[in-house]
C-alpha cells in the first residue's frame, strides 16, 4: 500500500498554463474558485448542471494512455478535485496572435447573442473540436437520433448540456459544423499525445476561522487506503463525479466536514470481460462507458445517449448513479432489465449481490457502513431483443418520469426469458416481475402483448408529483409494452 498523502491546507491546478493555488473550503466548487482568480468567463447559471455556462476543459485520461480533453461542468465539481489536474477555460483556448477556430467561427456566423452562456458553449465546442474520433466521423458522415454528426464530424450532441437563452441555436450549429480539423502546430491538440496527469494522493485540510469547524479533502492512490478510512470514519461523504452531491451544496446548502473522492482509484475503473459476465468499473463515467463499450451491451448503448446531457456524462459515473439509490436515476432500469449484479466491498472483503435485491426503501440500500460499489457485473449472453424508453419533458437532459428497461428472449415464437426493470413508478427502482412471469412461456404476440400491458399498467405504486400524474405515469407503462412489440417487429 502506499503511504498516505501529506496533509497541507492549498491545492495546487493548472488552468491555462498558469498554477493556481486553491485554499478555500472543500466543499467550494471549480466554478467559484476559477472567478475567484479573475477567470470570470464560465458563470453561473442554473447551478445544477443543466444550463452549461460553467463549463470547462480538464485533461483527462484516456484509454490509449493518451490525454483527451473533457468538457465538464465547474458549478459541480469540487475545485480541491482538481489538485495536480489542467484545466483549460474559455479566456485558454486564443493564443498570443489570434482567436481559436471554435471562437472564430461562433463570431462570424453570429452564435454569440447576449453573450453569457457563449463561453460555456466555446469550451463544449473546443472539447468536441479536439475529439480523437471526429475525423473518422467525418468521413462517415452519420445522423441519427443519438449522435449527430454534422459533416465535418461534429457530434451536436455534445453540446446537449448548453442552453441559449436567446433561442440562438442554428447559428450555434451553423459554427460547429465549420469547423475543420486542427491545424499542425495547435499546442492543445499536440497536448492529447502525451499521458494526462495523474491522480496524486490529496490531503486537503483547512481550518474554517469563520465556524470554527474543519473540512478536508482526500483522494486515496490505492481502494485499499480509502476502504481503512471508510471503516475508521463511517461519516465521510464519498464522491465520484459529485454530480448529484454538486447540487446539493448549490441549492440546499449542504456542507460536509470531510470527503473522499473515489473517481480515480484504479481499482474501480475499467472493463473486464469473462465467459460468465462482462464487469463494469464503478467508477468508469457514462461517457467512458460508452466510447469503450461501443455498443457491445445494447441496452446501454441505447440508455447512455439519453442520460443527462454530454456534459453531465463525462463526470457522472455507474456506481456513483447507483449509490444514491435514487427511483428516477436511469441506469437502475437498464440494469435490472440486464439482471445486473453488484460488487460491495469493505475492509472486510467483498460480496456480490443482485441489482433487484439492493434496494429496500426511498434512498435506502443494502449497502453497509464501510462498504463501496466497486463494480457492476453483466451477466452473459445478453438478451437478443432490447430497450430502453425514457419518458420526461424534454428527451435530453431531462428527468425521467417514467423509465422502462426491456430484455427479451423469444424462442421458437415463444418468450422464454423476460426482464423489465422499472424507475420513477415506485420509491425504488424495481423488477416488473407480474409482467415478466405473464410474458414467460407465452407465445410472441400482439395479444399476449395487450394482456401483459395491463399487467404492467398495475405494476409499482406511481404517484403525483410535478414532473407526471400517476395517472400518466400507468398510462405510459400499459403503452411502452406495446410500443416495444412495435419497435421489435419493425426491426425484423
Known sequence: MSAPATQRSTAQVCVNSDVHEFDGPPHTNALDFLRGVGLTAAKEGCAEGECGACAIMVARPDADGSTRWTSINSCLLPAAALDGQEVITAEG???????????????????????????????????????????????????????????????????????????????????????????????????????????????????????????????????????????????????????????????????????????????????RRTPEYIELGAAHTLSELERELAGSIPLLGKLIPQFASRLIRNAATIGGNLGTGSPIGDTPPALLALDAQLVLTSAMGSRVVELAEYFTGYRQTVREAGELITAIRIPLPLAPMTSFQKIAKRRFDDISSVAIGYAVTVDDGIVTKARLGLGGVAATPLRATATEAQLEGSPWTLETIHGAAETLAAEGTPMDDHRASAKYRTAMLRSSLERFYAEQEAGR
Not at 454528426?149 to 461534429?154: A, E, V
Not at 486515496?220 to 454538486?246: F, K, N
Request: net charge negative.
Open 93 to 271: 483556448l486564443a493564443d498570443d496572435e489570434s482567436v481559436h477556430p471554435v471562437q472564430e467561427e461562433m463570431a462570424v456566423r453570429g452564435g454569440s447573442q447576449c453573450g453569457y452562456c457563449t463561453p460555456g458553449f466555446i469550451c463544449s465546442m473546443a472539447a468536441e473540436y479536439y475529439r480523437p474520433e471526429r475525423a473518422d466521423d467525418a468521413a462517415e458522415a452519420t445522423a441519427d437520433a443519438d449522435h449527430h454528426c454534422g459533416p465535418n464530424g461534429f457530434d451536436i450532441h455534445s453540446l446537449s448540456g448548453n442552453l441559449c437563452r436567446c433561442t440562438g441555436y442554428r447559428p450555434i450549429r451553423d459554427a460547429a459544423y465549420a469547423l475543420g480539423q486542427p491545424e499542425p502546430g495547435d499546442t492543445i491538440a499536440a497536448r492529447t499525445e502525451k499521458p494526462a496527469p495523474a491522480s496524486a494522493s490529496t490531503d486537503i485540510y483547512r481550518p474554517d476561522t469563520a465556524t470554527g469547524e474543519t473540512g478536508r479533502f482526500r483522494r486515496p492512490s490505492t481502494l485499499a487506503e480509502a476502504l481503512d478510512i471508510l471503516a475508521s470514519e463511517p461519516e465521510v461523504l464519498v464522491v465520484a463525479g459529485a454530480t448529484d452531491w454538486g447540487v446539493e451544496v448549490n441549492i440546499k446548502g449542504a456542507r460536509a466536514k470531510s470527503m473522499l473522492a473515489i473517481d480515480r482509484l484504479p481499482e474501480l475503473r475499467g472493463i
